[in-house]
């Protein structure tokens, strides 16, 4: 979801530019088979329910999806007549500077016609300013948005966790932890998860010292020799049920 804010942000870093012109300024279309592009797609409509758009230009804001002028999106306001429309993925820069009723394919039916009047009532108080759009959290309108803020939107009603007090509240350096903590939810970056995110080749994928056996974490502290060897030297029980446990 960070990576979802960060292609949100006005701020025009080359990575997103380029990221922009494969997916399109609204980040619907998918026109790029990426491992990010991969992450945004499976990540944007969560980022959308979490947030609200107080409106700039509208550049970056999608007309349909996000919300930004009700207090749900334009899609779920006006159903039938988002069935007409042509590009469901279009911005509100790009809508507002054209025709409205371009928008849609010709003869709608009588609750598309109705709810376009509608729709065209609301968008007569719209006014772009020469600003970026920005996102606020859509629990407190009052705060924008950042990735604690919204994990605790997203982790309100758990269980506490008993595993991440004993994480976190270890005396270890901060890296340690956070190595921990990757290792725990397997998110570390061993060759064969680069592997399978397409960022090695397979034959560049294998333990150094074991040969065609891929690096994965299980390997790294259960499996290979080595690993097996340190653990019986320290007198430490290690095996493939516990070794992520904290």
């Known amino acids: 979801m960070k990576f979802v804010h960060k292609l949100h942000d006005p701020n025009p ?3 997103k530019l380029w990221f922009r012109s494969q997916v399109g300024s609204t980040l619907d279309v998918q026109r790029d088979n990426s491992f990010l592009a991969r992450i945004v797609q499976e990540e944007l409509p969560r980022y959308r329910a979490l947030t609200r758009v107080s409106l700039g230009d509208g550049k970056l804001t999608s007309f349909w999806s996000d919300r930004w002028l009700l207090g749900s999106t334009l899609a779920d306001t006006f159903p039938a007549l988002f069935s007409h429309c042509i590009n469901p993925h279009s911005s509100v820069h790009f809508v507002m500077s054209t025709s409205l009723a371009a928008q849609f394919r010709s003869r709608l039916t009588r609750c598309a016609t109705e709810e376009l009047r509608l729709l065209a ?3 007569a108080l ?3 300013r020469d ?3 920005a996102r606020l959290l859509t629990l407190d309108n009052s705060s924008h948005y950042t990735s604690s803020a919204a994990y605790r939107a997203l ?4 269980m506490p966790d008993p595993d991440a007090y004993r994480f976190w509240q270890t005396r270890l350096p901060t890296k340690v932890k956070f190595f921990g903590w990757l290792l725990h939810h397997d998110r570390l970056n061993t060759l064969a998860s680069m592997h399978y995110r397409h960022i090695r080749p397979l034959e560049g994928s294998y333990c150094e010292q074991c040969t ?3 690096e994965t974490s299980a390997h790294i502290f259960v499996e290979c020799p080595s690993a097996v060897s340190v653990w019986c030297k320290i007198g430490i029980s290690v095996n493939i049920e516990n070794f992520k446990m904290p």
Do not use: A, F, R
Not at 155 to 158: C, M
């Open 13 to 15: 870093l080359p990575w």
């Open 121 to 123: 009532d609301c968008l």
């Open 126 to 128: 719209v006014v772009l």
């Open 131 to 133: 600003i970026s759009d």
């Open 155 to 158: 982790h309100q009603n758990d």
């Open 212 to 214: 065609g056996v891929l």
